[in-house]
Each structure stands twice: as structure tokens, then as C-alpha cells.
């Protein structure tokens, strides 16, 4: 069988990095990532990024040497992305933190609050209501990462996690502060308000974990096939018909309802923060699904049904 | 921090292959769009031109700057709280500069003006308001007379030379003054608790203005630095053809 050359620049200043000879050429990019690493071992996989022109976009690690339009000799080219580190990491040490954090405030460890209200708990039940929320949260994110979810990517740039820890760790801080303050202001509409706000979360989160569970039903175990998600027999679904991302709607309203449970200025804050991120990410996702598939249900939006 | 240095050209573009890119971003942006940006350069200009003098004739009057705040701050508030148009500049795209960059500029300087300078009266008569006041002035006229001579096609040489050389001193100086004035004004914030919440309150929120203040002396550390090196950088690259070869991100 007649074999394929692949010769690695530098992307940046074209050095010649690495001559492979006899190539498959069935061979897929994560073969030949695989090759590269042997001869630069610092460079492993996660962290190559191979295109076919230097200012392209990279090639993906399925894509076949065969099927790309280079000749018996292919030139590619390679930027370093920089040190990787995996999605899962980030996720499980991202939510780790806020369920550790907040508890901390609970339980108000020493050195947060004034001595005397050391080791002491909040006469307030809705306190400890939003204690049980926050942490089933958190451990929900947590179970989802290890059992749930199907990722696309495996790896993440490492300065990723200290961006994303000091979001999610700062954020759960501050609002732990306030709401386990030995000041703290029950909501003005007192169990009404905390029923009505309980309800709204616990819909949400449930709303939630349906569409991650839906999510990940589109997709067989270890593929990274792309489908339109439909909604299913379970109601919480539904909203598939009008929201291209129904996860980050619920993921919202859960945070609007804890928002309004504590009647906590930082809390909403946070909610507003993540809405407006979780917005951008939903028009991206949009926008790909729309490129990808002609047939694309016309009603959705992103986010928002109706309006964003 | 606050002398709103940055290399987007807040209407136009300098040396010859900006001034073609410029150019070309130009036909794009529209005639009104031009026009408009060199209306806007040309008042701002202006405008602190005025306040330069303002300020020059106020000390040879008086011999003190002593009161020289109180008589130039409704100039100063005026104009350069118009520049939060140039956030809007950045955001319809009519100038190539970031929206963040010019964010983080003009809210400095407004923060400056209304946060720090004319809400805490007790430091308006002390020396390092003169120090940055001076420091915004020289820049801002530089700065806008820059944009407008680029605007219009004609960018004298000395003006391209000011604009890249002179934040070197005044930059540092900008700073200084800016940071003194914050300090002077600590003990009155804490003495008066204004502009914080305490609890509790039934937004259970807490919000204190000295730790903020101090906070944002001490952002200036990691801040400035950056902005200034940023600023030598643009300046080898217009001013001396350097190539500069940026670190991967």
C-alpha cells in the first residue's frame, strides 16, 4: 500500500519540527498526534493543535489523512495550545469548592463571624433550607460530572481552572457570607415567599437534570456525534420546543429561585452574572446547530423562548 | 492609570500600514461615522485646551492652587464625562478599540472625578489633584488632537511624537497624583461611612467604600504595569518600525 509522508511545522516560524515517514493514509490526526508526541514529548496530544494552514482552524482528531486535501507528502502545521488539563478536573474541583465553602459558613467556623457566634446556627429555617439547596446543588453538578455528562473535548487550557475557581469559589464565599450572617434578614414575605421560591428551584433543578439526562441519551458512550436534542416523554423536556438550551434556562431559574428563597442581593448578582455567560453560550450553541442542521426546528431560541 | 493611553485610535491610525488599514476601515465606517468622530475629536480637543488654560491662568491669577479644583470643575466634569462616548464609539464599531479597554479607561476617570474628587470635598484642595489634573490635560490634548489630525489625513510628525512619547513621564505622574489624592481621602471615607451599606438590611447585602478604595489602590499594582508596558511596546512599533513578535496565547 503506498504510504503517506507528514511533515510538522512550527506554525509560527515554520521550523521543521518533525518528519514522519510510511503513514497510513487512513491514519487519523489523533494518530499522527500520537506519532508527533514520540519525537517531542512535551507536547502531548491534549495540548497539538494541527491545521493545514498556519493561521487555519485545527483539524479535528477524527479527520482521516486520506480524505484531507494534501498529497502523498502532507504539510501541517502545529501550535502548542498550552499546558491542558482535563474537563472533568475542572468540573469536579470547580463544584467541590462552593459545597465545601458554603458549609464552612454554615457551620460558622471561627475567624468569619465575630467569637461569639462561633460553632452557633441561625434561628432562621429558611437558612437552613438554603443550606439543603446550595449543597444539593453542588452535589448534583458533582454526581452529573462523573455519571452524566458526555464531553466533546477532553481537556481545557489549565489557566482555565484558576479563572473558573475563583468565579465559582469567590461567588459561593460571598454569598455564603451573607446568608449565614448572625444579621441576616429573613425575605420580606416570609414563608410564602420561601415556598414559592423552594417550588421554582426545586422544578428547576429537576428541569435541569432531565435535560442533561436527555442530552446525554443523543449521545452513545464514547462517540462525539452531534444530534438535534427532541423532546421526550418526560414533561420537563418540553421545553426543548422552544429553547435550543433548555439546561442553562433551567440552570437560571434555579438560580432566580434560590435568589428570591434568600432575598440576597449577591445571590441575584451571581444569577445575573451567570445568565449573561450562560446566554453567550447559548447563542453559540445555537448558532452551531443552525449550521449544522438545515432542518433546524425554526421556533427555538437559545435561551429565553420567545425572546433571546 | 486613569490617562487613557491605549493604542486603539479612537478615529483614526498613524504610520503608513495602519494608515492603509485605517484607511480601509474608514471606507467601511461611512462618511457620517468620520465626520462625527472628527467633530467629537476636534471639541474634545478643544475642550481640554480649555481647561488647560483655565488652570494656567487660575495659578498666575491666584499664585496658589488653592481653589483652582473648584473653579475648573464644571469644565472637567463636562468633558470628560462626554468621553463615556467613546465606549459607545467602540461598541457600534466606528473605532477599533476594544469595548473593555475603553471600558476600563473612562470609568477610571469617571470614578476619579465624581467618585473620589467631588464627593469627598475635603481633599479638593490638595496638591495631587493639581498633579493629575495636569497629567489628564497634557495627555488629553495630545491624545485628541492625534485622533483628529489622523481623522483628517494630516498627522504632523510632532504630534505623533508627543502622542508616544510623553506618556512616559505622564503616565507615572497621572498615576501618582491619582493615588495620593485616593489616600488623602481615606480617612474622611472611614470617618463618614458614606457610600456603604451596613447590616443588617433586607437586602443582606454589605457594601463598605473604604476597603473599596483600598482595594482599588491596590489594583493599581498589577494594573499599571501592564497598561504602561503595553503603551512602550505600541510606541517601538509606530515610533521605531520595531516588529514585535507577541507571546503565544
Not at chain 1, 470547580?94 to 458549609?103: Q, S
Not at chain 1, 421554582?200 to 439526562?213: K, R, T
Not at chain 1, 420537563?236 to 438550551?245: A, E, K, P, Q
Request: hydrophobic share 45%.
Amino acid at each position: 500500500m503506498k504510504h503517506s509522508e507528514v511533515e510538522i511545522l512550527d506554525a509560527k516560524t515554520r521550523e521543521k519540527l518533525c518528519f514522519l515517514d510510511k503513514v497510513e493514509p487512513q491514519a487519523t490526526i489523533a494518530e499522527i498526534k500520537n506519532l508527533f508526541t514520540k519525537s517531542h514529548p512535551q507536547w502531548y496530544p491534549a495540548r497539538q493543535s494541527l491545521r493545514l494552514d498556519p493561521k487555519g482552524k485545527s483539524l479535528k482528531d477524527e479527520d482521516v489523512l486520506q480524505k484531507l486535501p494534501v498529497g502523498t507528502t502532507a504539510t501541517l502545521y502545529f501550535r502548542d495550545l498550552g499546558a491542558q488539563i482535563s474537563w472533568v478536573t475542572v468540573f469536579l474541583t470547580e463544584y467541590a469548592g462552593p459545597l465545601f465553602i458554603y458549609l464552612l459558613f454554615y457551620f460558622r467556623v471561627p475567624f468569619i463571624y465575630g467569637h461569639k457566634y462561633d460553632f452557633t446556627s441561625s434561628r432562621h429555617t429558611v437558612v437552613h433550607l438554603a443550606c439543603i439547596c446550595h449543597s444539593f446543588h453542588y452535589i448534583k453538578r458533582l454526581l452529573e460530572t462523573l455519571f452524566v455528562h458526555r464531553f466533546s473535548h477532553g481537556t481545557m487550557p489549565l489557566r482555565n481552572i484558576f479563572k473558573n475557581c475563583t468565579y465559582y469559589w469567590g461567588f459561593a464565599a460571598w454569598m455564603a457570607y451573607y446568608i449565614n450572617h448572625p444579621l441576616y434578614t429573613p425575605p420580606t414575605y416570609g414563608a410564602q415567599q420561601v415556598k414559592l421560591a423552594l417550588a421554582i428551584f426545586v422544578i428547576c433543578q429537576l428541569g435541569n437534570f432531565s435535560i442533561h439526562m436527555a442530552l446525554r441519551d443523543l449521545r452513545p458512550a464514547g462517540s462525539k456525534t452531534r444530534k438535534i436534542p427532541y423532546p421526550t416523554k418526560n414533561p420537563f423536556t418540553w421545553l426543548f420546543l422552544l429553547v435550543s438550551c433548555p439546561n442553562y434556562t433551567y440552570e437560571v431559574g434555579s438560580w432566580i429561585g434560590f435568589a428570591i428563597m434568600t432575598q440576597c442581593l449577591p445571590v441575584a448578582l451571581f444569577s445575573l452574572v451567570g445568565f449573561t455567560q450562560m446566554t453567550i453560550w447559548a447563542k453559540g450553541k445555537h448558532r452551531s446547530y443552525l449550521k449544522e442542521f438545515r432542518d433546524y426546528p425554526p421556533l427555538r431560541m437559545p435561551i429565553i423562548p420567545f425572546l433571546l | 492609570m486613569a490617562s487613557s493611553e491605549e493604542d486603539g485610535t479612537n478615529g483614526g491610525a498613524s504610520e503608513a500600514g495602519e494608515e492603509r488599514e485605517a484607511a480601509g476601515k474608514r471606507r467601511r465606517r461611512g462618511l457620517l461615522a468620520t465626520a462625527w468622530l472628527t467633530f467629537y475629536n476636534i471639541a474634545m480637543t478643544a475642550g481640554w485646551l480649555v481647561l488647560a488654560i483655565a488652570m494656567v491662568r487660575f495659578y498666575m491669577e491666584k499664585g496658589t492652587h488653592k481653589g483652582l479644583y473648584r473653579s475648573i470643575q464644571k469644565t472637567l466634569k463636562f468633558f470628560q464625562t462626554f468621553a463615556l462616548l467613546e465606549i459607545v464609539h467602540c461598541l457600534i464599531g466606528i473605532v477599533p478599540t476594544s469595548v473593555l479597554v475603553a471600558g476600563v479607561q473612562v470609568s477610571s476617570r469617571i470614578f476619579m472625578v465624581w467618585l473620589v474628587t467631588h464627593s469627598i470635598k475635603p481633599i479638593q484642595n490638595e496638591e495631587s489633584v493639581v498633579l493629575f489634573l495636569v497629567a489628564w490635560t497634557v495627555t488629553e490634548i495630545t491624545r485628541y488632537s492625534f485622533y483628529t489630525f489622523s481623522l483628517l489625513d494630516h498627522l504632523p510628525y510632532f504630534v505623533k511624537w508627543a502622542r508616544y512619547n510623553f506618556f512616559i513621564i505622564l503616565y507615572p505622574v497621572g498615576v501618582a497624583g491619582e493615588l495620593l489624592t485616593i489616600y488623602a481621602a481615606l480617612p474622611y471615607v472611614k470617618k463618614t461611612g458614606m457610600f456603604s451599606i451596613r447590616l443588617p438590611n433586607k437586602y443582606n447585602v454589605s457594601f463598605d467604600y473604604y476597603y473599596f478604595l483600598l482595594i482599588t489602590m491596590a489594583s493599581y499594582i498589577p494594573l499599571f504595569p501592564q497598561l504602561y508596558f503595553h503603551m512602550l511596546r505600541q510606541r517601538r512599533k509606530v515610533l521605531h518600525g520595531e516588529v514585535i513578535v507577541e507571546k503565544d496565547d
